[in-house]
């Protein structure tokens, strides 16, 4: 097994992390409730650790920063461009699962 460095690990996980943004923000199509009731999290949430991490290393940064840094552009641009209403569905199924810190 490869021994990498804690340089490295990060270098490595900034790399994963950036293609992820890349990916969700290319599938727009995916709505964050699709997200939240099939993996248990969405965009926000992302956006929301993003912002976490950066308050433990002394980094101010608004909630609406962290989530243009994860949807390419400010949030309710993101919305008007590609949010449909939540189908009644979608809305149980979240309720039905939605995890503990929502």
Request: with cysteine; aromatic share 8%.
């Amino acid at each position: 097994m490869t021994t990498l460095t804690d340089d490295q690990k990060r270098d490595l996980e900034a790399a994963a992390f950036r293609r992820l943004v890349e990916h969700l923000r290319g599938r727009s199509d995916v709505q964050n409730i699709d997200l939240m009731n099939l993996a248990g999290f969405c965009r926000n949430c992302l956006s929301n650790w993003y912002r976490e991490a950066a308050e433990a290393d002394g980094i101010a940064l608004s909630k609406d920063e962290s989530r243009e840094i994860v949807y390419g552009m400010p949030y309710e641009e993101w919305r008007a461009l590609h949010q449909t209403e939540a189908t009644d569905d979608q809305k149980a199924s979240f309720e039905a699962n939605r995890p503990k810190d929502h």
